[in-house]
């Protein structure tokens, strides 16, 4: 997965808490996605952005904020973390050529106690 | 809407038999279709891809995939099942529609591949 890294790799928070999950990557791929694996769920995705300032809400984006202000981070933050939140979530990017797949982070792995 | 089917929660095949993931989609036009692994505590590997060309697509670690357009498969195969094939695999699909939504990639609920020496 060289090229996009998230932080943290595992995290533990409380209900409430605000917390930030990070995710940069270096190819300057236009196309940056959250999406969370969840058992039975298979992956879902929270949110989108086709290019910096610009955002959009994916399948699952209640209780989730994004920004972009720079092409190569898209972090994703939890503004009131809750237990529904546990999960492991994978950062993605693509470039904007539409036969691009897409390549993965290695994944946070998120509990909220 | 575009939506991706993987009709097998779990495939089980011996080391050295072939093997058969299934993969449907429905999506309007002419699909870009993808195929990811995923080991243990990783993200997710690109394994290969079917833009436009000849049906049968070779990708990583010996695998390839056809695509069907009558029957709207995708199905991942590999001739000899590795112990290492072991993971969970998705299939997913693109529309070609020119807009930031469609270029997102749907994905199938995942299938998980297990080769059994």
């Known amino acids: 997965d060289a090229g996009i890294t998230q932080s943290p790799r595992y995290k533990i928070t409380e209900t409430g808490r605000q917390v930030t999950l990070m995710c940069h990557q270096t190819?300057?791929?236009?196309?940056m996605f959250w999406y969370r694996q969840d058992l039975g769920h298979g992956l879902r995705l929270i949110y989108y952005s086709a290019a910096a300032d610009i955002t959009d809400k994916g399948e699952v984006p209640d209780g989730y904020v994004v920004s972009r202000s720079k092409t190569e981070n898209f972090p994703l933050t939890l503004e009131s973390a809750t237990r529904s939140q546990t999960s492991v979530y994978f950062c993605?990017?693509?470039?904007?050529?539409?036969?691009?797949?897409?390549?993965f982070g290695s994944g946070t792995r998120l509990t909220v106690v | 809407a575009q939506s991706v089917a993987q009709p097998e929660d779990q495939v089980n095949v011996a080391e050295g038999n072939p093997l058969t993931v299934k993969c449907t989609y429905s999506?309007?036009?002419?699909?870009?279709l993808f195929w990811y692994v995923q080991y243990p505590n990783r993200g997710l590997q690109f394994l290969l891809k079917?833009?436009?060309?000849?049906?049968l697509v070779k990708g990583s670690y010996g695998f390839e995939a056809e695509f069907n357009k009558s029957q709207t498969s995708f199905h991942l195969k590999k001739p000899s099942a590795l112990v290492s094939d072991s993971a969970l695999y998705f299939c997913a699909v693109r529309a070609p529609m020119n807009n930031n939504a469609g270029n997102m990639l749907t994905f199938g609920g995942g299938t998980r591949l297990m080769v059994k020496p």
């Open positions: 079917y833009i436009t060309g000849d049906n």
């Open positions: 190819w300057s791929h236009s196309y």
């Open positions: 999506v309007s036009g002419n699909p870009y």
């Open positions: 993605a990017s693509s470039e904007s050529n539409r036969g691009g797949g897409y390549t």
